[in-house]
């Protein structure tokens, strides 16, 4: 059974960090991972979305790596700002499957 | 495109009664994902459809849920009766396949539910 996992489960840091959030799951065999962000009360807005024959992804301030071999991905923003404060989770896709499997997020405040 | 469409944002209700969440997914998106979210389990899946029939059900909790899709632009997820352990943000999600290929989930913006 795939399971993901995230940490940390909240992080702090000074605006204008860059900063680094982790995901790892257990069941290499995926089709795809996807980077979210959910803000307080709100939906899911898809980040970043990586294909299982890909290495990363990027967009803007944000950039997604993914090393399937190690159950491993990590989402990489460049010069945080307050406006990036929300929770970010990683879901993976199994193959054969249309079911996303999701982590618990990292919930991130980003202070002025 | 409007996104995916759920209603209605919110819903309290009594023990109980029996409640239906709504959901519009994107246009020409043949697979549907009903998520439950609460603090304690995080997001987890409920039931999906591809091309409007269920593909996986096994995350619906008990008899007392049940969902049906009886069209390419409109899902339902029932619960009957309701009890005060199912209150939480249920998401709609939609993605299409292409060619056996899978893209993207885009969600809704949940309903949020209460059963006092």
């Known amino acids: 059974k795939q399971e993901v996992t995230q940490i940390p489960a909240a992080l702090s840091v000074p605006e204008g960090e860059n900063l680094v959030l982790n995901c790892s799951f257990t069941d290499s065999a995926i089709y795809n991972l996807q980077w979210f962000r959910q803000d307080p009360g709100k939906g899911l807005t898809s980040l970043l979305l990586i294909q299982s024959s890909q290495r990363e992804q990027t967009s803007g301030r944000l950039n997604a790596s993914l090393d399937k071999s190690s159950g491993r991905s990590t989402l990489y923003i460049a010069a945080s700002q307050p406006g990036d404060s929300a929770t970010y989770l990683c879901?993976?896709?199994?193959?054969?499957?249309?079911?996303?499997?999701f982590g618990k997020g990292t919930k991130l405040t980003v202070n002025p | 495109d409007a996104g995916v469409i759920q209603s209605p944002r919110h819903e309290v209700t009594e023990m109980g009664q029996e409640v239906t969440l709504r959901c519009k997914p994107i246009?020409?998106?043949?697979?549907l994902f009903w998520y439950r979210q609460t603090m304690m389990r995080g997001l987890e899946l409920l039931i999906y459809?591809?091309?409007?029939?269920?593909?996986?059900d096994s995350g619906m909790p008990e008899d007392r849920f049940s969902a049906k899709m009886p069209n390419a632009s409109f899902s339902t997820l029932k619960i009957q009766p309701s009890e005060p352990r199912d209150s939480a943000v249920y998401f709609c999600?939609?993605?299409?396949?292409?060619?056996?290929?899978?893209?993207?989930?885009?969600f809704g913006s949940g309903t949020r539910l209460t059963v006092v």
């Open positions: 246009s020409g998106h043949n697979s």
């Open positions: 879901a993976v896709r199994q193959g054969g499957s249309e079911k996303l499997v």
């Open positions: 999600a939609s993605s299409p396949t292409v060619g056996g290929a899978s893209y993207g989930y885009t």
């Open positions: 459809f591809n091309n409007n029939v269920p593909i996986d």
